[in-house]
């Protein structure tokens, strides 16, 4: 399914966040969308799955208006990954992904549904988990829980807001992997707001840099992560070098410091 | 199109391959369980209360009492003053005392997932304070809506559900969130204590001393005409609410989430907390505020069995009846011929129970 954003305009009432936002995400795709703090990237997450209401411009999903569809519909084909979600009653972890069937269900859950979560929890690599108190994990794994409660939710489109940034190493290109599988051997377009640049550069097939609201960069990763691209954005002077075929980034000085230095 | 007709969570498996659906079913079985096991604990309860009470009747007699209502040409009836004291007595207080506490427990049950909020109880949005000061309107100053024997409790639920409509109208704004909500409740339930006060500061004696035992709470009014009125309600509000419990869920993991997943947040808070405050006006209004089960029987119904609504609803509304009817048993024969006011007994049994099993919960809940 494909994601079109055209001239998406947010602001809250006394600041405006989002302005001239264009997107286009073809099918199967992996838009990563990168930026400084306060950019903008999770309110523009948080328009595309419907929770914030864009003052001005249109987003299309799958060619549909987004604005035009009832929340039930949209939950059928998008699924959304928060940051961090927490429960303040117990939750099990499998009753958490069963949440994930909700779109798909009104009261009762099949067989059909309990096979499908206990599938998303085996995608994920958390069978382990499963009755363990959702409370109870470490942040990396309620992350995955999550993810698995959008993959019962079975989304032709992911929205990810931050997916690894509470994980170690090995998790981290663990989840990318399965992103990234499910958007190559299961046309599942994806889009993920990362923090880590080489992240981006080496899982996604776009990345989207903004800036202050609106879109600096948009392209193949190797076309936006450049050295000027990121200097201008985050005030940060890095080098980049390319292991097997995909660009890396070092950062080297923030200018901050650089300008403090040199006074 | 059909290849993305997501493969990843069809990959081949089957049922018995899974043990964690069948390790999730074994824990749905035990929620049923639990269901039953509390349903049998109110029948067994309700076949001793009939036999005890300050009157002497003996267990033949109570039985025969029932047993002539029910098949008056089979059995025998007893002495009027028996079969009265059976049939329009006993059995009606305790009926209502099941009612009511499933009343109070399920509206708390429903609550506190839609406000997100532990401490979250039928009494938030301020429904008690408000029945509180209607009564006490119409014990001191003789002021009503209602007449005859709706003098003071249509008062009572007037005022209690205008109270938590005002509250309601106010999360309409947009800054409502479930906390200020919430503080909104305490806010308006301070104001209507006060209003209430002072109206007792110039009460006559009497009239005060009225007023201070409708707020502790009896089921003095567990009768017949009662339940003509509470089980309407209930027939018509739980299987909504009940209905409505995999939205709950949703709501209870959070806002974003649950609008994510195609719940209308907005309107389903607001439509849970109408129905959610509408039975609690209507059952406190003849029982004055006896607020604890409301609180307290959802949270022990998660400890046992976790917290999916589409169980702890029913279950929670089943252990709430048993916990007030049980409750009010011990407080009519504990000191007999002296009935104690249902609301003290409830705490006093509750309390300790409920510090026991938070003290021996497992981590991971709340």
């Keep these: ?263 | 199109m059909e290849l993305n007709k997501i493969s990843y969570l069809n990959n081949g498996l089957k049922i018995p391959d899974l043990p964690q659906v069948v390790e999730y079913k074994k824990e749905t079985k035990r929620k049923v369980t639990f269901l039953i096991v509390v349903l049998v604990a109110i029948i067994l309860l309700g076949t001793v209360v009939v036999t005890i009470g300050p009157l002497e009747i003996s267990v033949k007699e109570a039985y025969q009492a029932i047993g002539n209502k029910m098949f008056p040409r089979l059995i025998e009836a007893p002495e009027d003053l028996v079969a009265n004291a059976v049939w329009l007595v006993r059995i009606p207080r305790f009926l209502a005392g099941v009612l009511i506490g499933c009343c109070l427990a399920i509206s708390g049950a429903v609550m506190q997932p839609v406000l997100r909020n532990p401490m979250a109880s039928p009494f938030t949005l301020g429904v008690s304070s408000g029945a509180g000061f209607g009564a006490t309107l119409t014990i001191i100053v003789g002021w009503s809506i209602g007449k005859g024997t709706w003098l003071v409790v249509g008062n009572a639920f007037i005022f209690s559900m205008a109270t938590s409509i005002v509250i309601l109208m106010q999360s309409k704004q947009k800054s409502m969130t479930p906390t200020t909500m919430i503080l909104t409740g305490v806010a308006i339930s301070y104001f209507f204590s006060a209003a209430t006060s002072l109206l007792q500061y110039f009460g006559e004696a009497m009239a005060t001393q009225g007023v201070v035992f409708w707020l502790m709470g009896s089921l003095a009014k567990g009768t017949w005409d009662t339940l003509k009125f509470i089980f309407p309600v209930f027939l018509v509000c739980v299987p909504y609410l009940t209905y409505k419990a995999r939205d709950l869920n949703l709501i209870g993991t959070g806002d974003d989430t649950a609008t994510a997943l195609g719940v209308n947040v907005k309107r389903t808070r607001i439509s849970l907390m109408i129905i959610a405050s509408f039975l609690t006006s209507a059952v406190i209004c003849f029982t004055g505020t006896i607020g604890f089960v409301g609180l307290v029987a959802p949270h022990i119904t998660r400890i046992i069995i976790g917290s999916d609504n589409r169980f702890v609803i029913p279950a929670s509304g089943l252990l709430g009846g048993f916990m007030l009817a049980f409750s009010d048993t011990i407080a009519m024969n504990i000191i007999s011929p002296v009935i104690l006011p249902v609301g003290i007994m409830t705490s006093f049994i509750g309390v300790p129970i409920f510090v026991y099993l938070i003290r021996r919960m497992k981590g991971g809940g709340y």
């Design chain 1, 1 to 263: 399914m494909t994601v079109k954003v055209e001239q998406l305009e947010f602001s809250y009432p006394n600041a405006k966040i989002l302005d001239n936002i264009m997107l286009d995400v073809s099918m199967g795709e992996c838009l990563s969308i990168v930026g400084p703090n306060g950019a903008g990237k999770s309110t523009l997450v948080k328009c595309i799955i419907g929770l914030l209401l864009p003052q001005d411009g249109v987003i299309y999903i799958d060619g549909e208006e987004l604005s035009k569809m009832k929340s039930s519909e949209i939950a059928k084909k998008v699924g959304y990954v928060p940051q961090s979600q927490s429960s303040i009653f117990p939750v099990k972890v499998f009753e958490m992904v069963l949440l994930g069937r909700s779109p798909h269900i009104l009261w009762a859950s099949s067989e059909e549904d309990l096979l499908k979560v206990a599938s998303a929890i085996r995608f994920m690599n958390i069978e382990n988990l499963s009755m363990r108190q959702f409370n109870e994990l470490s942040g990396g794994q309620q992350q995955k829980v999550i993810i698995a409660r959008a993959l019962a939710q079975e989304p032709k489109i992911l929205l990810l807001d931050e997916p690894i940034s509470n994980l170690d190493i090995k998790h981290q290109s663990e989840v990318m992997e399965l992103v990234k599988e499910l958007s190559t051997e299961y046309k599942i377009t994806s889009i993920m707001v990362v923090h880590d640049l080489n992240i981006a550069s080496r899982y996604s097939d776009k990345v989207a840099m903004m800036h202050n609201g609106q879109i600096h960069a948009y392209g193949k990763p190797e076309e936006v992560l450049t050295e000027e691209n990121i200097s201008n954005v985050y005030g940060v002077d890095v080098e980049i070098g390319v292991i097997g075929g995909k660009s890396y980034i070092v950062p080297l000085k923030s200018r901050r410091n650089r300008a403090e230095t040199s006074a």
